[in-house]
């Protein structure tokens, strides 16, 4: 029997910087992840080939090698088991943005399987504050979406991020077939 004052158990729910032996983990949180957001845009061999093992490999190599100081992984974690990922780093070359002064989240997802837990908030929180870290004066944070990514650009615009018109489309086939992103943009 609990005392009337005392308080329940925490859940052991966290967000850190990954680290290189993370890789595995990450890869297959982000292959369930692009399975499920690219099963109606991809063809089949494609998604396919959309690995743990796959995505693991470059993961260890951006972590071992990043491409710039500013450039991090966070994970979100239930105990010791990672649920989620975001690859956060500089904005460069984003038409519109202030240089130097804005970041990006590069990609990033919650296991579908943890979703609705507080992940997908933990880490995004995490994101901003570990770009703010980077940047002297951060202005603006970015992300590219899937147009039609209904849930996801929701979320994102329930923590603050609006579209700014900015669009692009990308060829995800050999045939030449497209899928259209919109960026989303917050000032924190």
Same mark, same amino acid.
């Given at each position: 029997m609990s005392h009337p004052h005392e308080q329940p158990p925490a859940a052991d729910a966290s967000v850190r910087t990954a680290r290189p032996n993370d @890789?595995?983990?990450v890869g297959l949180v982000q292959a369930f992840v692009w399975q499920g957001e690219y099963a109606d845009i991809l063809d089949t061999e494609v998604l396919e080939a959309l690995t743990g093992p796959r995505f693991a490999t470059a993961w260890r190599q951006s972590l071992e090698h990043p491409p710039s100081p500013q450039h991090r992984l966070l994970v979100s974690c239930a105990g010791?088991?990672?649920?989620g990922y975001v690859a956060v780093g500089p904005a460069t070359d984003e038409p519109g943005l202030p240089e130097g002064r804005s970041g990006m #989240? #590069?990609?990033g997802g919650v296991h579908p399987e943890a979703r609705g837990s507080g992940h997908?908030?933990? #880490?995004l929180n995490a994101a901003v504050d570990t770009l703010r870290a980077a940047h002297d004066e951060l202005e603006a944070v970015a992300v590219w979406v899937l147009a039609d990514a209904e849930r996801t650009r929701a979320f994102l615009q329930a923590a603050g991020f609006e579209p700014d018109g900015a669009w692009r489309d990308r &060829? &995800? @086939?050999d045939d030449g077939r497209t899928v259209r992103e919109v960026r989303l943009l917050a000032w924190p």
């Open positions: @890789a595995p983990a010791p088991q990672v649920t #989240l #590069l990609d997908g908030s933990r #880490l &060829v &995800v @086939a």
